[in-house]
């Protein structure tokens, strides 16, 4: 059973890892003010997943209570590479919000690096660390 456990929590990090990588460039791409807008949905999806009896499925269209994680992410990441900028901002804010909640107090290695960086994505909306690239584009 553990090898099981081992080897679903290593595709799903690399499912995840490869998604955040993705939604990193959506929201380096951002007009400051979409930025804005991202931060302030992803709080509130935030915030709704944590009212939910299963945070980590929230938003998901087929749930199982014991289920590691839902089918939300994947829509969301779906909806975020939409051309459609309404749909797109949407995604975004609930993707993070849900890899966010699967993520926290996880015991494997790779999976809490996700949160991490989810939570370092968290602060480039929010304005509280600068976007590595514009900063060095500011310094050269």
Excluded: C
């Excluded at 456990?5 to 955040?20: G, H």
């Excluded at 209570?65 to 309404?86: E, I, N």
């Amino acid at each position: 059973m553990s090898l099981l456990i081992k080897a679903l929590s290593f595709t799903r990090f690399l499912t995840l890892r490869r998604q955040l990588r993705e939604m990193r460039k959506l929201v380096e791409g951002l007009s400051p003010s979409a930025r804005s807008a991202v931060a302030t949905l992803t709080m509130g999806e935030i915030q709704n997943a944590a009212r939910a009896p299963v945070p980590h499925l929230y938003g998901s269209s087929e749930v199982h209570r014991y289920q590691p994680w839902g089918d939300a992410g994947g829509q969301a990441f779906q909806r975020a590479r939409s051309s459609v900028a309404q749909l797109k901002l949407r995604g975004i804010a609930l993707w993070l919000a849900v890899v966010y909640h699967e993520t926290r107090d996880i015991p494997h290695e790779g999976l809490a690096g996700i949160h991490r960086e989810v939570l370092g994505l968290l602060g480039l909306l929010k304005g509280t660390y600068a976007n590595p690239g514009r900063v060095s584009e500011r310094t050269a």
